[in-house]
């Protein structure tokens, strides 16, 4: 029996820092190549403005001044027994907990929501400073108050209980209105891990090797991040509500529950009676196998990712939409039964209001009116919206609900030995043929990030939503290889 517990400091190294301080104002700016007003490709640049214009080309950056202590605890039980001279068998018991851990995002600056019993609530008032503001749509003035008394009112924006110390926050206004898009890393992300294991390994004997290992875990966070916000191909954007860390708690983008892994090595025996050239080309045969079935990773299908339905004004902009209740999120069989349509797109719809009040409510409050004429008429045809669609309300679905194609692959190899003992007693030319994904099975990688938003600007779903396009790993593959060893 063998235990152990650790706690160890997750130093904040300064690769943690390097994109969200390479990419921002002074070292770097984006800019449009091609339409105005920042230039026209290839004729030339329109100068970068490093200015306080909140449709400055430039980015912001913003790293927390004086952060917590990043710690991670990490511990261990398991027990091991011999069942025979050549046999063990280990189970364990295994965990983690990430305290202050990294939380990378490309964009602090937004309009904040307020905070209702039905979810965060984006207002409904235009913005402040408007790239482009529609005809006959009022501004409202700078100094537009925060209504404390209102049971919508932002989160923490008017201080205490009795409304005194506000914090500036004004509805529809980024939190900075004379700012672009800001990157950050603050420090507020945590992570827990916990896992059955289970081993088994056959020392060789009988010439006949086994190993075998079985991990059924699960990792949360709520952040995946080290050095950008979007580490991982499944993650969608590189911004999540950094201001409500529990709508992000959920599997890791890295998350596999199950995973099981079995090798096995046989030396063929050669009969003792074979001699001479029969016995030449007799010996030193070896196959092996290793046989691999894991389950996939998880996915998190957001909307609004290529417009902005719910008025955030910010350079990430995106939306969470509802699941219907009951609906199969993906198709297992895609790939192998004529279609590659993984993720079932019915089973996400925009957020629908609680009732007509919540609905109805008069601005900065409530939802959106003009949102369901707008989609009636630009989708001529399609199904009409639940007439409580509330595009700027932020829908249930937990991050990575969704979880993507599972792996079951087997390599096989045949090798044999050919000793010349002619010239040394362990000089040997070995053969090798290899399998990789033997049984040729296509085992598709998990939607790209590009095909995960479930519903767009408008309220349709994009083309290419759920579809598989990729494999993880290649069809079959045969290799040969000669090998002198001495």
Not at 90 to 110: K, M
Not at 258 to 285: C, D, E, M, Q, Y
Not at 298 to 325: A, F, H, K, R
Request: aromatic share 10%; charged share 10%.
């Amino acid at each position: 029996m063998r235990g152990g517990f650790g706690l160890f400091d997750n130093l904040p190294l300064s690769y943690m820092f390097a994109l969200n301080a390479l990419q921002v104002a002074p070292n770097g700016a984006e800019v449009d190549l091609n339409g105005p007003p920042q230039g026209s490709y290839p004729l030339g640049f329109a100068p970068i403005a490093l200015s306080t214009s909140a449709t400055a080309s430039s980015r912001y950056g913003f790293n927390e001044p004086f952060p917590k202590r990043n710690y991670i605890m990490q511990w261990n039980v398991n027990v091991q027994r011999q069942v025979s001279p050549s046999t063990s068998v280990t189970l364990a018991y295994a965990g983690s907990r990430g305290i202050h851990n990294p939380f990378q995002t490309d964009e602090l600056n937004t309009v904040f929501p307020f905070s209702t019993t039905s979810g965060w609530l984006f207002p409904t008032v235009p913005s402040i400073i408007p790239t482009n503001p529609p005809q006959g749509v009022p501004i409202p003035p700078l100094n537009t108050p925060v209504v404390c008394s209102s049971p919508f009112a932002p989160q923490g924006a008017c201080g205490n209980i009795s409304g005194s110390s506000p914090t500036g926050i004004i509805p529809g206004q980024r939190i900075n209105p004379n700012v672009a898009l800001t990157q950050s890393t603050i420090f507020q992300a945590q992570s827990w891990y916990e896992a059955l294991q289970a081993r088994v390994d056959k020392r060789l004997s009988h010439s006949l090797q086994l190993g075998g290992s079985f991990t059924w875990g699960k990792s949360l966070d709520t952040s995946s991040s080290s050095f950008a916000g979007d580490n991982y191909s499944n993650n969608i954007t590189p911004t999540i509500e950094w201001w409500d860390i529990h709508l992000s708690k959920g599997p890791s983008d890295f998350n596999v529950t199950r995973n099981l892994v079995i090798n096995g090595l046989w030396t063929v025996p050669t009969p003792a009676s074979f001699t001479g050239p029969l016995s030449f080309v007799a010996k030193g045969w070896e196959l092996g196998a290793v046989f691999e079935a894991s389950d996939g990773t998880p996915l998190w299908t957001l909307g609004g990712i290529e417009g902005d339905p719910m008025g955030q004004l910010n350079g990430e902009p995106m939306s969470i939409p509802d699941y219907v209740s009951g609906c199969n999120l993906t198709n297992p069989s895609s790939g192998r039964s004529g279609t590659l349509q993984y993720i079932n797109p019915n089973c996400f719809i925009n957020a629908v209001a609680p009732s007509a009040a919540f609905f109805n409510a008069a601005s900065p409050f409530g939802c959106d009116k003009s949102f369901i004429p707008n989609y009636a008429a630009a989708n001529p045809g399609l199904p009409p919206l639940n007439p409580l669609t509330c595009i700027n309300l932020m829908g249930n679905l937990g991050r990575n609900t969704v979880i993507g194609p599972g792996l079951l692959n087997l390599d096989f190899s045949v090798v044999k030995d050919n000793y010349i003992k002619k010239i040394t007693e362990s000089f040997n030319v070995q053969f090798r043929a290899e399998f990789f994904n033997v049984l040729n099975r296509a085992n598709f990688a998990p939607p790209a990030a590009g095909n995960l938003e479930a519903r767009s600007a408008t309220g349709t779903v994009p083309a290419g939503f759920g579809i598989l396009t990729t494999t993880q790993v290649p069809n079959r593959e045969i290799q040969f290889a000669l090998k002198l060893i001495w």
